[in-house]
């Protein structure tokens, strides 16, 4: 594997000086390759500007960062770390999806014409439409965590997602063949295949989930329409000897950001945990911006706190100010820790809470600087209904803080 990613390397450090060959506007499917011979396939379209939108069920993806020289490629996310780099003909590309801060690569290929996402020669024995009630490494105590599984399924395809205390595994996208589940996504960044065999009378899905080449675990799923997880507002609390927060970090700029700073006093703030390179952060964010632009800044605050893997602090900074220009972020981003994204290193940089369980976190704090709720994770987009409930709630909390 190491000599194959060398090999296509080279190949765009080398690469031949003839003119840039034009490459295929239209549909195209791509495959990641894992160590295991595994395979996590997306579709995209390649437009007649070189621009591609990455395609996973409902969601549309706008990668507008294609570089093209003689006949190397280099494909940047918009937000995340996440870069593809080989060479191309007209109708095929070679090469690595790579992530430098994390030391991660992945070898890709990507085929010209439309093509399913995953190959298909049995119709299905089995319907999975429903929810699923979910363990995710069921036999390892320190992994273990619960999840919700919520699918349709139409013939052989099925779309949907699984939902967690901490998020959501965005738009999964993929086929029932016979009792065999496979679902993928690829959101430029971030690489994740199920698969799973439907058993018992289609009431359990025992499988497998890998995440890149990085991480694979064991899940198992019981049929349970009535199934919910517990509520985000009861995961994180403030210790019984605290009823505010308080901390001081650098904002990108440099200047340090203190919560007793008169930007915050009289206002209703929201404080969000998050991290540039969290993809559930990503949805909140822009969440959170949309709503901003709706509110007075003179009477409502949010402010970021980031916690990056990068292993600089200059390039923690380049990755936030990346993501600060995509999204348009209009309040303050803080630098709250660098080199990890480790969950307990965060609790103690906040030790009045009770723990840190994820990415992001949202804190709702009142005008007199009161601790009135803490939300854990954020269920985006792809989770529907779920979404559209938090939507509602959010804005009556934030209204009913403001209106005191």
């Known amino acids: 594997m190491r000599h194959f990613i060398a090999i296509l390397l080279l190949l765009l450090l080398f690469s031949c000086g003839k003119d840039t060959e034009v490459i295929k506007a239209g549909p195209w499917r791509a495959t990641l390759l894992l160590d295991d011979e595994k395979e996590i396939p997306f579709l995209l379209e390649l437009n007649s500007d070189t621009t591609m939108t990455f395609i996973n069920a409902e969601e549309r993806i706008d990668i507008t960062d294609v570089k093209l020289k003689n006949d190397s490629i280099i494909i940047q996310h918009p937000v995340f770390e996440g870069v593809i780099k080989g060479t191309f003909t007209k109708d095929s590309i070679g090469g690595v999806f790579l992530q430098p801060n994390r030391n991660r690569s992945i070898p890709i290929t990507m085929q010209f014409g439309r093509k399913p996402r995953f190959h298909i020669d049995e119709a299905p024995s089995t319907i999975v439409t429903g929810t699923w009630e979910t363990v995710f490494s069921p036999n390892n105590p320190s992994e273990k965590y619960l999840a919700k599984g919520v699918f349709k399924q139409r013939g052989n395809r099925v779309t949907g997602t699984f939902q967690t205390t901490t998020g959501d595994y965005r738009y999964l996208d993929g086929i029932i063949e016979n009792d065999s589940l496979k679902l993928s996504t690829f959101d430029g960044a971030h690489a994740f295949l199920f698969e799973g065999q439907v058993k018992e009378n289609d009431s359990v899905i025992e499988g497998m989930f890998y995440s890149g080449n990085h991480w694979k675990e064991r899940f198992e799923a019981k049929r349970n329409e009535a199934y919910e997880l517990p509520e985000a507002d009861t995961l994180v609390a403030l210790k019984k000897e605290y009823d505010s927060i308080h901390f001081a970090f650098p904002t990108l700029k440099g200047d340090t950001l203190r919560f007793d700073d008169p930007y915050f006093k009289d206002k209703v703030t929201l404080v969000q945990l998050m991290g540039s390179w969290c ?126």
Request: hydrophobic share 35%.
């Open 279 to 404: 993809p559930n952060c990503l949805d909140e964010t822009r969440y959170l911006v949309d709503f901003y632009d709706t509110q007075d800044e003179d009477k409502l605050a949010i402010v970021a706190l980031a916690f990056e893997y990068a292993p600089t602090e200059e390039k923690a900074i380049a990755s936030l100010e990346k993501l600060k220009k995509a999204v348009g972020i209009p309040y303050p981003i803080l630098l709250a820790q660098v080199g990890s994204d480790s969950k307990q290193r965060a609790h103690e940089k906040l030790p009045m809470l009770t723990d840190v369980k994820s990415y992001p976190t949202l804190i709702f704090v009142d005008k007199q600087g009161k601790v009135r709720k803490i939300h854990s994770g954020f269920n985006g987009p792809a989770t529907g209904e779920k979404y559209q409930a938090f939507q509602k709630e959010f804005e009556a909390n934030v209204e009913a803080l403001l209106s005191e």
